[in-house]
């Protein structure tokens, strides 16, 4: 069983749709959550941190399930700029990360 | 200053070949980390150094070799590479083992892109 676990998509949507992403872990002792995002050919660069009361930054929404060992993004009003992978991302163990296998949004104008 | 270079961009090395990647912030992080990835794979950890110190090995093979001469450097010695291990090896650091979220955040350098003929 995988550590992390992602819808792989692609995830078509059109500009202005809200669209979310759901990620589940296996390890309850997990420790830390992280969205990020990764263009093609580039690094992944951290879109938010996913803390356990939830936590809002723009049009982006992060929330964590602990009970049921999953995290959420939702993106409102998609733009162009939004296509990219998305990168769920769990810690344990202290600094031990293990990042799903990534959800592509594509946005069509 | 939010960035983690890395030197080189672009690797092409034979399987006698020995190469050094190179990874460098100022951000004043204490955990540095290499990852490898291959194409639409996400990227898989491979060491990370804490304090300077290797505090995981996530069972990499021996002609891996990393190294961290100082807090702001971090290098990844390569020799007798295979083909299979062509693939873009990533450097990243956070700030460290002190606990809590924001210290896991990790920032990520732009990559060694690594061929191996």
């Known amino acids: 069983r995988k550590e992390v676990e992602q819808d792989p998509g692609p995830f078509n949507v059109p500009e202005g749709a809200t669209v979310a992403f759901n990620c589940t872990y296996s390890?309850?002792?997990?420790?830390?959550f992280f969205w990020y995002r990764q263009d093609c050919r580039k690094e992944p660069k951290l879109l938010m941190s996913?803390?356990?009361s939830g936590n809002e930054d723009g049009r982006f929404t992060a929330q964590l399930n602990r009970a049921s060992q999953y995290i959420s993004l939702l993106i409102r009003d998609s733009k162009l700029s939004d296509s990219a992978t998305y990168l769920c991302?769990?810690?344990?163990?202290?600094?031990?990360?293990?990042f799903g296998s990534g959800t592509k949004l594509n946005v069509k104008p | 200053d939010t960035e983690v270079t890395q030197t080189p961009k672009h690797l092409v090395m034979g399987m006698t070949n020995k190469k050094s990647l190179k990874c460098e912030q100022h951000?004043?992080?204490?955990?540095m980390y290499w990852y490898k990835q291959k194409a639409k794979k996400p990227p898989e950890l491979m060491f990370v150094?804490?304090?300077?110190?290797?505090?995981i090995n996530e069972s990499v093979p021996s002609r891996f070799s990393p190294e961290c001469p100082n807090s702001s450097l971090l290098n990844l010695h390569l020799h007798a590479l295979q083909p299979e291990d062509s693939a873009l090896y990533l450097c990243?650091?956070?700030?460290?083992?002190?606990?809590?979220?924001?210290?896991?955040?990790?920032?990520f350098g732009p990559g060694t892109r690594l061929t191996v003929l």
């Open positions: 390890n309850s002792a997990s420790q830390s």
């Open positions: 996913v803390y356990s």
């Open positions: 150094y804490s304090y300077e110190k290797l505090s």
């Open positions: 951000m004043g992080h204490r955990a």
């Open positions: 991302v769990v810690e344990y163990n202290f600094n031990k990360f293990y």
């Open positions: 990243a650091s956070s700030q460290g083992l002190a606990g809590g979220q924001r210290y896991n955040e990790q920032f």
